[in-house]
């Protein structure tokens, strides 16, 4: 019985350091350009980043630039500021990599299948990808940073 118990709180414990391993992505983080804010957040069990922040360098007539290039014509009338670019990504413990997601590019207006990884505490790398080919694709790295 005491071997059991000893086991059941070595569980939890382990639980508990994955949690913290996986929450490591949230926080807001710079694109590699340092033009936008992503805020990266756990919804629902995944993780998603939604773009908060625009430098008013990129505004136009002293508004966000809008979503001009979405495939979805009702769509290009809203700003970038608001838009969710990661979704549905998952942190696996093995591969310490989110997985699972896609990434919306706003410049092109097309979607990727992504994973992203840390290379350190302020150093997010992702990788954008199509037709499941995982080492053809975009990278890009993000930074650590506060709204």
Same mark, same amino acid.
């Given at each position: +019985? =005491? ?11 382990? +639980? ?17 350009? =340092?033009?936008? =804010?992503?805020? @990266?957040? #756990?919804?629902? !069990? ?5 773009? @908060? ?9 002293g ?35 989110? =997985? ?6 706003? #410049? ?19 990788? !954008?990808?199509?037709? !499941?080919?995982?080492? +053809?694709?975009k990278?890009?790295e ?6």
């Open positions: +019985m =005491k071997r059991l118990f000893i086991l059941f709180f070595l569980g939890i414990y382990a +639980m508990a350091g994955f949690a913290q391993e996986a929450d490591k992505i949230v926080g807001v983080w710079w694109n590699d350009e =340092k033009t936008t =804010k992503i805020e @990266v957040e #756990k919804k629902d !069990g995944k993780y998603i980043g939604t773009i @908060v922040y625009m430098i008013p360098e990129k505004y136009e007539n508004l966000p630039p809008k979503d001009d290039e979405n495939p979805d014509e009702a769509l290009r009338e809203r700003s970038i500021i608001g838009i969710q670019i990661l979704k549905d990504f998952e942190y696996n413990a093995k591969d310490k990599e989110w =997985k699972d997601g896609t990434i919306y590019d706003p #410049k092109s207006g097309k979607t990727y299948d992504c994973y992203a990884w840390l290379e350190s505490e302020d150093l997010l790398k992702l990788k !954008g990808f199509v037709a !499941g080919i995982r080492w +053809m694709g990278s890009s993000w930074y650590k940073t506060t709204l």
